[in-house]
């Protein structure tokens, strides 16, 4: 017996023609409520996870938001355990491969503008402070754009042993550290700078350049290269 035919029939029915509606239109003819319910139901197989989705909607106020949110804030939701919350968090890092692996490759990022765009969008309306590494070829061209970690920049959270094994991996030329401030200002504060410049002469040692430190969130962006907090190249 599947864990579908487990579920009560009234429920059972509920769910397939949820899926029929799917496969025949899409997420066309859903209300955001059933779009949560229709995931929930591969999370949660043997019960009714209705009440569930208008919990996330009224929590959070928008679907994207429930999306955006931290493991902590879905999971302050009643019914919300750790594999609940993976699944909703899986959603937004997916759709973030998936642009990652079409534009690898195929995108070229020479000024200031745009890698500062290229990267804004990386942290649009993230509710947690997160690290990227952008590897970069001779060229300018985009090897990968890798979230490296969660939390402030510092050794603790991203030591710098792991910033120059990604860099290698990736036989980068060179590379743009970037992180998001969810504080409202892109200031960097002296840990910023302490930490990437300790950075740019771990990479230089490789022989990677460390190009620039973007500071990023709320579609903005602060190179500090262009702020003149890193060493010339």
Known sequence: MTEEQKLPSIHQGHRQRML????SGGLDGFSDVQVLEFLLGYGIPRQDVNELAHALLREFGSLHRVFEATDAQLMHVTGVGRRTAA????????WARTEQSR?????????TAELGRYLAARAEGLLEERVWLLSLDAKCKVIECRELGRGSVNSVNLPLRRLLETALLSNAT??????????????????????TRAAARTLSAVDVILADHFIVGNHSYVSMRASHMLPEL
């Open 103 to 111: 534009l690898n490759g195929t995108l070229y990022l020479r000024s």
């Open 174 to 195: 060179s590379v743009i550290l970037a992180h998001n401030h969810t504080s409202g200002t892109l200031l960097p504060s002296l840990e910023d700078i302490e930490y």
């Open 20 to 23: 029929e509606t799917y496969l």
């Open 87 to 94: 699944l909703l968090r899986l959603i937004p890092d997916l």
